[in-house]
């Protein structure tokens, strides 16, 4: 039940200015610039990016200051953001084959043609606080290579040319927009893709390990990851042909998983998917074993029941906007629900009461 | 349409090349600007990314960037076209100035004074990052068992 109540402008007003206060800390120290969180909060704004599913780096790093590093608060920002911008259209399916890779690896192919490139990456480093990083110090400058000329091969199409993997046949569909119609079920692995790469990390991460502790296992390798550099190319009408808009990074990862066949085909590798904005390499590989758990049925395996299986499970909660409107909606005021509930329970003691007494006459 | 394929390539390149150069170096290296009218002011939208399901497969849409357009047309009649990545109006009309200005008298001075020291940019920055990469490149050794 809604009743309007008035009053609290002022009382809302004062918090709001406190806020301002608290975002902006002690002045004596330094102000974050937009700038600074940009590049030196760089894997922040990529998730920002990522699940408020507009890629903007700019935006995102404000969206962090004002949000005080509430990175769902800021990702709500960003969303909110999205739905004032005009639509010109779609770009080209993207060609990562053709990305400029920063890291590149395989955990199934050693000696994989273009290498092991691993990259500015956490992995093997020692996860012991550097506190030299606390202390003023020179800029560090990275070591140089020689690189190799072209585009880095995929490593599924090594599989693929012996048949052991199962194949993605291209196709023109346009595909299904969730920000344009509601998510229905079943959902299309197109909307599933769309719907994972927003998620929330945490989310997917947790559905990803389920998998793997086995709730719908389903053996999944790391056939490979790259992150790097796409340009993103886009038809113009007006010019009669297609231009580079602009470049962004992405993460990909490609799962080799659990082999099928049947008595028709032989047993071949399935594979799964994970696209996302920005180095997020976590959140590729959870959403490549999310994606290939999902499609459990197009590949003819049981449903365990495994809530990785899901598609409705996974992709209504994942969105973490949804998720944390809906909770956070129950601590705003919802004094005249109480009070009903509140009477209610008192006329059920009030007789219950009523019926023990007579009871015991 | 009824322009030649590499004139279309040539024109695909430089676009390209402007829409992917930072802003404050495209202003940098701008000319004095000539008169324009508009034919669309800058106007700042989104574009849906796609992806392809496995890399290869369906397209799905992965999710929208920022993207800022416009159009005019010189004194000289040239008409330059921009859509730029992000929200930067002055970027989307320097791309369109110049869009328009290399398809006039001047192109060759254009050519070097702007796209030359753009490209040259990208490159160098792309190969930075390509060198950093390269120095991360694993190579393996097989250690050899001892036998007796």
Redesign the interface.
Same mark, same amino acid.
């Given at each position: 039940m809604y009743v309007a109540v008035k009053g609290g402008e002022r009382a809302i007003d004062a918090a709001h200015d406190w806020l301002a206060e608290e975002r902006r800390g002690d002045p004596a120290i330094p102000e974050l610039s937009i700038a600074q969180i940009r590049e030196q909060m760089a894997l922040a704004v990529n998730r920002v990016m990522a699940e408020g599913s507009l890629y903007d780096p700019d935006l995102a790093a404000l969206a962090i200051k004002q949000a005080r590093g509430d990175l769902i608060e800021a990702i709500f920002l960003i969303r909110a953001y999205r739905t004032t911008l005009p639509r010109f259209g779609a770009s080209k399916p993207l060609d990562t084959a053709a990305m400029r890779c920063d890291r590149r690896i395989s955990a199934t192919f050693k000696d994989a043609p273009g290498g092991q490139v691993l990259g500015p990456t956490f992995d093997y480093t020692h996860r012991l606080l550097d506190f030299a990083l606390a202390a003023e110090g020179e800029a560090p400058v990275a070591r140089q290579g020689d690189p190799v000329a072209g585009d880095t091969p995929r490593i599924m199409d090594f599989l693929n040319a012996d048949g052991l993997i199962q194949q993605e046949p291209p196709s023109d569909d346009t595909p299904a927009d969730l920000t344009r119609e509601p998510l229905e079920f079943p959902a299309g692995r197109d909307l599933r893709l769309q719907a994972l790469s927003r998620s929330d990390e945490g989310f997917v991460l947790g559905m990803a390990y389920s998998t793997q502790r086995g709730y719908g296992r389903n053996h999944p390798f790391v056939g490979e990851l790259r992150i790097g550099a796409v340009e993103v190319v886009m038809d113009i009408p007006e010019l009669g042909f297609d231009i580079c808009i602009g470049e962004v990074t992405l993460t990909e990862c490609e799962t080799v998983n659990q082999f099928t066949g049947s008595k028709s085909e032989p047993a071949q590798f399935t594979r799964g998917y994970g696209l996302v904005f920005g180095q997020s390499e976590r959140k590729a590989i959870s959403m490549a074993l999310v994606d290939r758990a999902l499609r459990w049925d197009e590949l003819g395996e049981e449903d365990v029941g495994a809530p990785a299986q899901d598609a409705e499970f996974v992709l209504a909660h994942g969105d973490n906007i949804q998720a944390t409107g809906f909770l956070e909606h129950i601590k705003l005021p919802h004094y005249v629900d109480f009070q009903s509930e509140l009477e209610l329970v008192r006329r059920m003691r009030r007789e219950a009461m009523g019926e023990m007494k007579e009871a015991a006459q | 349409?009824g322009t030649d394929m590499t004139e +279309?390539a040539e024109?695909?390149s430089w !676009? %390209?090349l402007l =829409? &992917?150069a930072p802003a404050e170096r495209l202003a940098a290296l701008m000319p004095q600007a000539p008169e324009f009218d508009w034919l669309r002011v800058p106007?700042?939208? %989104? *574009?849906? !990314? &796609?992806?392809? =399901? %496995?890399? +290869?497969?369906?397209? /799905?849409?992965? %999710?929208? !960037? +920022? *993207?800022t357009?416009c =159009?005019l047309r010189l004194g000289s009649g040239e008409v330059g076209?921009a859509? *730029? !990545?992000?929200?930067d109006k002055a970027h989307a009309q320097r791309a369109a100035l110049v869009d328009a200005l290399m398809q006039g008298a001047t192109a060759a001075a254009i050519r070097a004074q702007v796209l030359d020291p753009l490209a040259q940019d990208e490159d160098a920055r792309?190969?930075? &990052?390509?060198?950093?990469?390269?120095? +991360?490149? *694993?190579d /393996?050794f097989t250690m050899v068992r001892g036998e007796a």
């Amino acid at each position: 039940m809604y009743v309007a109540v008035k009053g609290g402008e002022r009382a809302i007003d004062a918090a709001h200015d406190w806020l301002a206060e608290e975002r902006r800390g002690d002045p004596a120290i330094p102000e974050l610039s937009i700038a600074q969180i940009r590049e030196q909060m760089a894997l922040a704004v990529n998730r920002v990016m990522a699940e408020g599913s507009l890629y903007d780096p700019d935006l995102a790093a404000l969206a962090i200051k004002q949000a005080r590093g509430d990175l769902i608060e800021a990702i709500f920002l960003i969303r909110a953001y999205r739905t004032t911008l005009p639509r010109f259209g779609a770009s080209k399916p993207l060609d990562t084959a053709a990305m400029r890779c920063d890291r590149r690896i395989s955990a199934t192919f050693k000696d994989a043609p273009g290498g092991q490139v691993l990259g500015p990456t956490f992995d093997y480093t020692h996860r012991l606080l550097d506190f030299a990083l606390a202390a003023e110090g020179e800029a560090p400058v990275a070591r140089q290579g020689d690189p190799v000329a072209g585009d880095t091969p995929r490593i599924m199409d090594f599989l693929n040319a012996d048949g052991l993997i199962q194949q993605e046949p291209p196709s023109d569909d346009t595909p299904a927009d969730l920000t344009r119609e509601p998510l229905e079920f079943p959902a299309g692995r197109d909307l599933r893709l769309q719907a994972l790469s927003r998620s929330d990390e945490g989310f997917v991460l947790g559905m990803a390990y389920s998998t793997q502790r086995g709730y719908g296992r389903n053996h999944p390798f790391v056939g490979e990851l790259r992150i790097g550099a796409v340009e993103v190319v886009m038809d113009i009408p007006e010019l009669g042909f297609d231009i580079c808009i602009g470049e962004v990074t992405l993460t990909e990862c490609e799962t080799v998983n659990q082999f099928t066949g049947s008595k028709s085909e032989p047993a071949q590798f399935t594979r799964g998917y994970g696209l996302v904005f920005g180095q997020s390499e976590r959140k590729a590989i959870s959403m490549a074993l999310v994606d290939r758990a999902l499609r459990w049925d197009e590949l003819g395996e049981e449903d365990v029941g495994a809530p990785a299986q899901d598609a409705e499970f996974v992709l209504a909660h994942g969105d973490n906007i949804q998720a944390t409107g809906f909770l956070e909606h129950i601590k705003l005021p919802h004094y005249v629900d109480f009070q009903s509930e509140l009477e209610l329970v008192r006329r059920m003691r009030r007789e219950a009461m009523g019926e023990m007494k007579e009871a015991a006459q | 349409m009824g322009t030649d394929m590499t004139e +279309t390539a040539e024109r695909q390149s430089w !676009m %390209g090349l402007l =829409a &992917r150069a930072p802003a404050e170096r495209l202003a940098a290296l701008m000319p004095q600007a000539p008169e324009f009218d508009w034919l669309r002011v800058p106007e700042i939208g %989104g *574009v849906m !990314m &796609r992806g392809r =399901a %496995g890399g +290869t497969g369906a397209p /799905f849409n992965l %999710g929208e !960037m +920022t *993207v800022t357009r416009c =159009a005019l047309r010189l004194g000289s009649g040239e008409v330059g076209h921009a859509c *730029v !990545m992000g929200r930067d109006k002055a970027h989307a009309q320097r791309a369109a100035l110049v869009d328009a200005l290399m398809q006039g008298a001047t192109a060759a001075a254009i050519r070097a004074q702007v796209l030359d020291p753009l490209a040259q940019d990208e490159d160098a920055r792309r190969s930075a &990052r390509a060198a950093r990469a390269a120095a +991360t490149k *694993v190579d /393996f050794f097989t250690m050899v068992r001892g036998e007796a």
